[in-house]
């Protein structure tokens, strides 16, 4: 999802360590076969000479028992990542610190906070912003932050980027979130389109080109980037409910850390 540098905090090598076996189902699968075979590779010392083709016969009546080493493996990922994720916040508490550049929704003192990190090109962020949407329209006594994290792009391919850029700006306006919603509703997320949806929900052009630009802007991303290395994120979008993040960007899920946090205030 990010650019395969090693300097890259973002990159699949720092963001996955089992990133070398294959990501996603596929990967797991490969996992779960390796597996397989070593058995089969160990058995006869253990068991007797027959014991791998019993295997082999049982998997192949049972195929479903793959799937669910797979998702063992992938559950055993998700809460591994879930533990390390909430270490590295409560070892840096400061990254959590309200900052007046992020655009926020809810009151100041809320005793429960969500802060979303996200890129605008994201699949999964733009599945979810309409849900995450209503989520604050339900909640309003809680506070919603929205952390721009473009890590989507690709060489001379800058729109992730440009994107962020040009909501922050808007949210130097009062324009952030009907611009956040009418981004992620865009599926070509084009420079010119980006332009239009920023002329559309009444962004000031001139200002907003400047801002873009702008040093400030610049501290801004890099500062959030910082962050989200620091913490360990591995992509987007990442829910983080009072300094605990969930192990999945289902909306019921992040409902029931709200809910969860609400309880525990």
């Known amino acids: 999802m990010t650019d395969p540098t090693p300097t890259d905090p973002s990159s699949p090598e720092r963001r996955d360590p089992l990133a070398w076996f294959g990501s996603g189902r596929g990967g797991a699968v490969a996992v779960a076969v390796a597996v397989v075979s070593l058995g089969f590779s160990v058995a006869p010392y253990a068991t007797g000479g027959d014991f791998g083709s019993k295997v082999r016969a049982y998997l192949m009546a049972n195929p479903a028992v793959l799937d669910e080493v797979v998702q063992a493996r992938e559950q055993a990922e998700a809460n591994n990542t879930v533990e390390k994720i909430n270490a590295a916040v409560a070892a840096n508490p400061a990254l959590m610190a309200p900052d007046p550049r992020d655009p926020s929704f809810g009151p100041a003192d809320a005793k429960v906070t969500v802060v979303e990190f996200f890129d605008f090109r994201c699949p999964g962020c733009k599945a979810v912003a309409k849900d995450y949407v ?17 890590i989507l792009d690709r060489g001379d391919d800058t729109s992730s980027n440009y994107a962020a850029r040009a909501a922050l700006a808007a949210h130097r306006q009062g324009r952030y979130l009907q611009v956040y919603q009418a981004l992620m509703a865009e599926n070509a997320l084009t420079r010119e389109a980006v332009d239009r ?3 559309e929900n009444g962004v000031t052009m001139p200002e907003a080109r400047q801002a873009i630009g702008s040093p400030e802007m610049n501290r801004h991303l890099a500062d959030i980037h910082t962050t989200g290395a620091t913490l360990g994120l591995v992509g987007t979008p990442t829910f983080l409910i009072n300094g ?8 019921a899920e992040v409902l029931a850390a709200i809910e969860a946090a609400k309880a525990a205030a």
């Open 134 to 150: 209503a989520l604050m329209q339900a909640h309003p006594d809680v506070r919603f932050v929205f952390k721009d994290w473009p």
């Open 244 to 251: 605990k993040t969930t192990s999945s960007i289902a909306p």
């Open 197 to 199: 949806i920023l002329a």
